[in-house]
């Protein structure tokens, strides 16, 4: 490329083409940026010179990623998390470089040469791994945090080990080094987090006040930079001063907001700096040494898995999250290609040893996202015990749910849930809950709720809670990601079923409708109205006319009770003559099909299309000259009298 012009809109345009080719074959997009890197480096086409400047901004991917994930956590959860990440991050160090040191000795290259490559080994891909969990929605999971907490601690591990290496070469004091790197590490840190909590609120507040999207965006920008390169000045990574910048502003109500400025940055230099290490893969010495290269790969990764998940079951954690445990820790890491540099430029290994450990350690980077991606079906083979015991806990539900129909799944019973419980039991409504919380279903059961230990976002789950048999699902937990994968698991095995999903704000309303949710309740919205009636109340505003004005808002936001708060005087009105909500799947060998829905005249029945959904996309109050096709799922309201009238008409009985 002749101008740096030029070489820019090379990269995008093979980024463009390289993400829609990947994510069309049901791959990571990184590795679309890595063939990149790979095929425009100077072991290939030559077309991108690989230059200290250009991994210096490649490094200011890893640096957004970092502080997304900070975001993502507290210092209470990091305080829950110290097992994870000094417990089981610290011994994973350690048993690495210990390995290290017995495959130098057995190589006979020495017990200094064996212990820095022992600190190459025990380095993985925090840019890769964390980025692959972050996007299956895997970082709150049991192996995600012990994976992420073992990524914390290399981070950490990185710092002594930049100064150990040297020391090994030159026979110095490394003790002392040692002693003080660490006391600056500590008093830095201790310096941020104590200032950091005190100052970081007050001063977002400051810059909030001003209303102004570019003076926060700076403000964003001067604080994740700021805090990388404060923790750079320490003795410690960059990466980690950008986490500990998010994990202090996810203290604040700013976080959202934080998260949506800075993304767009995090993804354009992850890009970069993925590409920065393809381009690192010399393919000629691939192509002459392509048998050598396998096999120490494969070493190097199996001996990664084997340490890791052995470690993992040593440490009590079932036997499945310990194998996708050593998948995600199984591959080299970025700090890992820097540990090697610094050990060949002292001359504990030669330029040989050097290039093929660089090879190795690239091309596990790069089977990375494929064992993280399908670590699942691995388990399925190498933890067939585990998956016993879980289909053991299908079972249980099985057996639970057995007798039991039209009743309403809670997915999560939490405070929401149980809230919900209570309703449906007051209205005779039968219902099946679903939680992950040992402890939360140990006390329901033994008050007589009727909940289960299942994961709700899986199939089997759902399926043996009596899915096909039910009424509704109610979403209660407050996790888009997790709300997504059980719309897609309700979606498959019962289309049209009604899902009522909880959040906390309207971002994901839209994601969430498209992926199969008949409601979408908005915590903001419904804390909105109960203190906008509080304050009309005590405003003097007569409760009549601020009971019409909650009926109208909520009209407008729930399209599905549109003209169904009558009055006050509807609850002296009998049961049986109450209006109700029904909805109807249209399968191709009902009568309706193809018929207009003035055709069916249900106004003379007393029963109203509410709404009808086709291919996902949700339209309210259809016309008559609206046209029924199989597949449509349409929420017709009447008395019931009416509605079951309304299910001969259609065809349905």
């Given at each position: 490329m002749?101008?740096?012009?030029?070489?820019?809109?090379?990269?995008?345009?093979?980024?463009?083409?390289?993400?829609?080719?990947?994510r069309?074959?049901?791959?990571?997009?990184?590795?679309?940026?890595i063939?990149?890197?790979?095929?425009?480096?100077?072991?290939a086409l030559?077309?991108?010179p690989?230059?200290e400047?250009?991994?210096?901004?490649?490094?200011?991917?890893?640096v957004?990623?970092?502080?997304?994930i900070?975001l993502?956590?507290s210092?209470?959860?990091?305080?829950?998390?110290?097992?994870?990440?000094?417990?089981f991050?610290?011994?994973?160090?350690?048993?690495?470089?210990?390995?290290?040191?017995?495959?130098?000795?057995?190589?006979?290259l020495?017990?200094?040469?064996?212990?820095?490559?022992?600190?190459?080994?025990?380095?993985?891909?925090?840019?890769?791994?964390?980025?692959?969990?972050?996007?299956?929605n895997?970082?709150?999971?049991?192996?995600?945090?012990?994976?992420l907490?073992?990524?914390?601690?290399?981070?950490l591990?990185?710092?002594?080990?930049?100064?150990?290496?040297?020391?090994?070469?030159?026979?110095?004091?490394?003790f002392?080094?040692?002693?003080?790197?660490?006391?600056?590490?500590?008093?830095?840190?201790?310096?941020i987090?104590t200032?950091?909590q005190?100052?970081?609120?007050?001063?977002?507040?400051?810059?909030?006040?001003?209303?102004?999207?570019?003076?926060?965006?700076?403000?964003?920008?001067?604080?994740?930079?700021?805090?990388?390169?404060?923790?750079?000045?320490?003795?410690?990574?960059?990466?980690l001063?950008?986490?500990?910048?998010?994990?202090?502003?996810?203290?604040?109500?700013?976080?959202?907001?934080v998260?949506?400025?800075?993304?767009?940055?995090r993804?354009v230099?992850?890009?970069?700096f993925?590409?920065?290490?393809?381009?690192?893969l010399?393919?000629?010495?691939?192509?002459?040494?392509?048998?050598?290269?396998?096999?120490?790969?494969?070493?190097?990764?199996?001996?990664?898995?084997a340490?890791?998940?052995?470690?993992?079951?040593a440490?009590?954690?079932?036997?499945?999250?310990?194998?996708?445990?050593?998948l995600?820790?199984?591959?080299?890491?970025?700090?890992?290609?820097?540990?090697?540099?610094?050990?060949?430029?002292?001359?504990?290994?030669?330029p040989g040893?050097?290039?093929?450990?660089?090879?190795?350690?690239?091309?596990?980077?790069?089977?990375?996202?494929?064992?993280?991606?399908?670590?699942?079906?691995?388990?399925?083979?190498?933890?067939?015990?585990?998956?016993?015991?879980?289909?053991?806990?299908v079972?249980a539900?099985?057996?639970?749910?057995?007798?039991?129909?039209?009743?309403?799944i809670?997915c999560?019973?939490?405070r929401?849930?149980?809230?919900?419980?209570?309703?449906?039991?007051?209205e005779?409504?039968?219902?099946?809950?679903?939680?992950d919380?040992?402890?939360?279903?140990k006390?329901?059961?033994?008050?007589?709720d009727?909940?289960?230990?299942?994961?709700?976002?899986?199939?089997?789950v759902?399926?043996?809670?009596?899915?096909?048999?039910?009424?509704?699902?109610a979403?209660?937990?407050?996790?888009?990601?997790?709300?997504?994968?059980v719309?897609?698991?309700?979606?498959?095995?019962?289309?049209?079923?009604p899902?009522?999903v909880?959040?906390?704000?309207?971002?994901?309303?839209d994601?969430?409708?498209?992926?199969?949710?008949?409601?979408?309740?908005?915590e903001?919205?419904e804390?909105?109205?109960?203190?906008?009636s509080?304050?009309?109340?005590?405003?003097?505003?007569?409760l009549?006319?601020?009971?019409?004005?909650?009926?109208?808002?909520?009209?407008?936001?729930?399209?599905?009770?549109?003209?169904?708060?009558?009055?006050?005087?509807?609850?002296?009105?009998?049961?049986?003559?109450?209006?109700?909500?029904?909805?109807?799947?249209?399968?191709?060998?009902?009568?309706c099909?193809?018929?207009r829905?003035g055709?069916?005249?249900?106004?003379?029945?007393?029963?109203?299309?509410?709404?009808?959904?086709?291919?996902g996309?949700?339209?309210?109050?259809?016309n008559?000259?609206?046209?029924l096709?199989?597949?449509?799922i349409?929420?017709?309201r009447?008395?019931?009298?009416?509605?079951a009238?309304?299910?001969?008409r259609l065809?349905?009985v």
């Open positions: 002749h101008t740096t012009l030029g070489l820019i809109v090379f990269l995008l345009a093979a980024a463009v083409l390289a993400t829609t080719l990947f069309a074959l049901n791959l990571p997009a990184l590795l679309g940026y063939a990149i890197g790979v095929i425009v480096g100077p072991s030559a077309l991108a690989s230059s400047e250009g991994r210096h901004l490649a490094e200011f991917g890893v957004f990623l970092m502080f997304s900070g993502e956590f210092l209470a959860k990091l305080r829950v998390m110290r097992r994870q990440v000094f417990g991050g610290g011994l994973q160090v350690i048993l690495s470089m210990l390995a290290g040191l017995a495959a130098g000795l057995a190589l006979g020495g017990w200094a040469a064996g212990v820095a490559l022992g600190g190459v080994l025990a380095m993985s891909s925090t840019a890769i791994v964390s980025k692959l969990l972050a996007d299956q895997e970082l709150d999971q049991p192996h995600g945090k012990l994976i907490g073992a990524l914390l601690f290399q981070d591990a990185v710092v002594p080990l930049l100064i150990f290496i040297p020391s090994l070469a030159s026979g110095g004091d490394m002392g080094e040692l002693a003080q790197a660490g006391l600056k590490a500590v008093i830095g840190l201790g310096l987090l200032l950091g005190k100052l970081l609120r007050p001063w977002f507040h400051l810059i909030a006040k001003r209303k102004s999207s570019e003076l926060f965006m700076l403000n964003v920008l001067l604080i994740t930079l700021g805090l990388a390169y404060a923790t750079e000045v320490a003795g410690l990574s960059l990466a001063g950008a986490f500990v910048a998010g994990v202090l502003i996810s203290e604040t109500e700013y976080r959202y907001q998260e949506s400025d800075i993304r767009p940055f993804d230099l992850m890009g970069l993925f590409i920065s290490v393809g381009m690192l010399d393919l000629n010495m691939v192509a002459q040494h392509w048998g050598v290269l396998l096999l120490v790969t494969t070493a190097l990764v199996g001996l990664k898995f340490l890791v998940a052995l470690l993992a079951w440490l009590r954690e079932p036997a499945h999250i310990a194998v996708r445990t050593g995600g820790l199984a591959q080299g890491g970025e700090f890992g290609l820097v540990l090697l540099g610094l050990t060949a430029s002292h001359g504990l290994i030669g040893m050097e290039q093929t450990v660089l090879a190795a350690l690239m091309l596990s980077m790069i089977a990375a996202p494929f064992l993280v991606q399908y670590s699942q079906r691995i388990v399925q083979r190498l933890a067939g015990s585990e998956w016993l015991h879980r289909a053991q806990d079972h539900i099985a057996v639970k749910s057995f007798g039991v129909s039209d009743h309403v809670l999560g019973y939490g929401n849930g149980q809230g919900l419980a209570r309703m449906l039991e007051a005779g409504v039968p219902f099946m809950a679903l939680d919380d040992p402890g939360r279903i006390a329901a059961v033994a008050a007589g009727n909940v289960v230990f299942g994961d709700s976002t899986r199939t089997e759902l399926m043996a809670a009596g899915i096909r048999r039910a009424r509704a699902v979403i209660t937990f407050a996790d888009t990601g997790a709300a997504l994968k719309l897609a698991a309700v979606q498959h095995l019962k289309p049209g079923m899902v009522i909880r959040t906390i704000d309207e971002n994901d309303l994601r969430l409708k498209e992926a199969g949710a008949t409601e979408v309740v908005p903001v919205l804390g909105a109205l109960m203190l906008g509080q304050t009309l109340l005590m405003a003097g505003v007569p009549a006319t601020v009971l019409k004005r909650i009926r109208q808002m909520r009209e407008q936001r729930y399209s599905s009770l549109r003209g169904f708060f009558s009055g006050l005087d509807e609850a002296e009105q009998n049961q049986n003559e109450q209006e109700r909500l029904l909805p109807l799947h249209i399968t191709p060998n009902l009568k099909v193809d018929m829905l055709d069916l005249e249900l106004d003379d029945i007393g029963v109203q299309v509410v709404a009808v959904r086709r291919h996309i949700r339209g309210s109050e259809p008559a000259d609206t046209v096709q199989a597949g449509d349409i929420i017709l009447g008395a019931p009298d009416g509605l009238a309304a299910e001969m065809g349905a």
